[in-house]
């Protein structure tokens, strides 16, 4: 059984349109890091299934989800070292309260 690209689009937009809403509608820094990392997770399952469907013997498509997770990684641990950076000085991890750069 062979799955079908729809599949994997329609899952890929799912996860897409969960990360734009929990970007959007969340105050916690947390999971707004979450979010944009379901964000990267969608482009990847993109990324694989066009691979997969266009050019199946070539690797171009996992070389880029391997180049994508790393920035994620790093995205993360920059994210989450701001986010504890904050957390220690305020007190709190909600967006609201993080007015550092405004005037």
Do not use: H
């Amino acid at each position: 059984m062979e799955l079908q690209l729809e599949y994997f689009l329609l899952i890929a937009a799912a996860l897409f349109c969960i990360g734009i809403y929990g970007l959007i509608t969340s105050r916690n820094a947390v999971r707004v890091l979450m979010s944009i990392e379901l964000l990267l997770n969608s482009v990847n399952l993109n990324l694989m299934a066009f691979s997969n469907f266009i050019d199946p013997e070539g690797i171009k498509g996992q070389v880029f989800t391997v180049f994508v997770i790393t920035v994620a990684a790093a995205e993360a641990a920059v994210g989450l070292a701001i986010v504890l950076a904050i957390y220690r000085s305020r007190n709190t991890i909600d967006m609201e309260q993080f007015n550092l750069l405004k005037w």
